[in-house]
Structures are given as C-alpha cells and as structure tokens.
Nanobody
Framework: QLQLVESGGGLVQPGGSLRLSCAAS????????IAWFRQAPGKAREGVSC???????NYADSVKGRFTISRDSAGNTVYLQMSSLKPEDTAVYYC???????????????????WGRGTQVTISS
C-alpha cells in the first residue's frame, strides 16, 4: 500500500524552528515529485515547497529563505526544515506526491492518492 505519513509538528514560539518529516511506505520518494502543503483554519490548502525526482526545489514566496525541503539518500523520507517561524505559519502541514512536475513555486494541488492526516504546526508565544 502506497502511503505517506507526516510527523514532527508541534508548538513553537515565533522565531523558532521545526523539522517536519514525510515518510513513505510502499515506494521510494526519490523517484517522485514530492510537495509539502499547509492549510490554516478557514483558508484553502496551499503549496509550500516541492522537490523533484532530480532534486530541484521550489518554494512559495511566503516561505522562501526560511524553509528548506530535502530528502534522505535512501529515498524514504522528505523533510521540511522550517526556521524563523511566524504565527502565520500556523497550519496543518501535509506531504503528497505530485501529479505534475515540481518546476515552479506555483504548486498544483493535483496529487496521487488521498491526503494524509497531516501534522499540526502552531506558532505562538
């Protein structure tokens, strides 16, 4: 069964850091286009960052310079390192396999499979 599971969320003060993990089962991530999305209360889900099968990356303007997407060499986990966190980063974060290539920072929400449960990130003092 192909599955992605998000973890690593939590409560952090503004200016802090978190690292989210996206673990795959049933396939290897490094042959896929993988993205992180987030959805804040009352808002639409938005693409945050993506990494292509070749390793190129893209970031939404709102997180550029603060977030870094990467994957481990085994191709089993994709990470989202988040720094200089702001209250507006508060959201449920999801990872997913993209149908389209990760070639721009306008990340389409067209994904393979279903959305997972996500991991809650709360930025608050």
């Amino acid at each position: 069964q192909l599955q992605l599971v998000e973890s690593g969320g939590g409560l952090v003060q503004p200016g802090g850091s978190l690292r989210l993990s996206c673990a795959a089962s049933g396939f290897t991530l490094n042959s896929n286009e993988i993205a992180w999305f987030r959805q804040a209360p009352g808002k639409a889900r938005e693409g945050v960052s993506c990494i292509s099968s070749s390793g190129s990356t893209n970031y939404a303007d709102s997180v550029k310079g603060r977030f870094t997407i990467s994957r481990d060499s085994a191709g089993n986990t994709v990470y989202l390192q988040m720094s200089s966190l702001k209250p507006e980063d508060t959201a449920v974060y999801y990872c997913a396999r993209l149908v389209q290539q990760c070639i721009t920072n306008r990340i389409s929400g067209l994904i393979y499979g279903k959305w997972g449960r996500g991991t809650q990130v709360t930025i608050s003092s």
